[in-house]
């Protein structure tokens, strides 16, 4: 039994925590093909394993941590033209969600972490519709940007979906799953406007068009070393995350110094 794992605990143990839970941390994913290498369920597999070392770590200092259940589905529909992606909208989401933070206020645990690993969740826009309607304090944490101040001490090429720094965390976490030898190099058209590729306007990229693979991305070049690295850094940085939230005073001024 692992003190910091929900799914794991018996009531007794609950009842009978010394340390209650400060944090939660929902880790929150998609069901969806990752080029022709990886598992499509890659985005929540990955999202459930770093938070669990994430916690652990966090445990392992006296954080009053607790992972949540995994929740497998994300915002994917522009990827709906490859078969079996699983679409579940940004409002479904928000209901489960806002059920969830109700919950979680009336055991009085007011600190959430949504970990996610799906670019596709855009959860910013909630945070703010939840304001001052909960005590729970809410972040979003993106798991795979904790690191990107040091992206290119670790990788070599650039990775929007399914390429090296993705494969490479795969490897580090469940290399059974992935089949390299089966991986395109996750070519992609561009756009045909300025705007669009400089990034001066946003649309919703129809995945479809955008690759034939479904992957953006070189992965030809991961490793598994590559990934641990990677992960080592993420793992630090958001343990320590955990930490600090877990020991922060929900005051006033709250989550500013004074």
């Known amino acids: ?28 994913g998609a069901t969806e093909p ?16 770093v938070g669990e070392r994430i916690c652990r770590a966090a445990h392992e200092r006296e954080g009053r941590v607790l992972l949540l259940p995994t929740i497998p589905f994300g915002v ?12 579940v909208s940004l409002k479904a989401l928000e209901a489960v969600l806002w059920d969830m933070i109700r919950s979680l206020e009336c055991h009085g645990v007011h600190k959430l972490v949504l970990l996610n690993g799906h670019g596709g969740n855009e959860f910013k826009p ?13 972040t979003v944490v993106d798991w795979w940007k904790v690191g990107s101040d040091r992206y290119a001490e670790v990788f070599s090429r650039p990775d929007d979906h399914a390429g090296e720094m993705e494969t490479s965390i795969a490897l580090a976490l469940y290399p059974n799953l992935v089949e390299l030898d089966k991986a395109s190099d996750g070519s992609k058209r561009e756009a045909r406007f300025e705007a669009l590729r400089r990034g001066w306007a946003a649309i919703t990229r129809p995945w479809h068009l955008l690759t034939e693979s479904s992957g ?10 590559k990934g641990e690295k990677y992960l080592a850094l993420v793992t630090e940085r958001l343990a320590q995350f955990l930490v600090e939230l877990s020991a922060a005073e929900l005051d006033d001024l709250f989550p500013f110094q004074k």
């Open 76 to 87: 994917d529909s522009n990827l709906l033209k490859f078969p079996l992606t699983i679409h």
């Open 34 to 49: 990752h080029n022709y290498h990886l598992p499509y369920g890659n985005d929540f597999l990955t999202t459930r394993l």
């Open 216 to 225: 953006v991305g070189d992965p030809r070049a991961a490793t598994r070393e």
């Open 126 to 138: 909630l945070l703010r519709e939840w304001f001052g309607r909960t005590k729970v304090f809410v």
């Open 1 to 28: 039994m692992r003190p910091w794992l929900l799914e794991e605990l018996n009531f007794a143990h609950v009842r009978s925590q010394v340390r209650p839970c400060e944090v939660a941390v929902l880790p929150m």
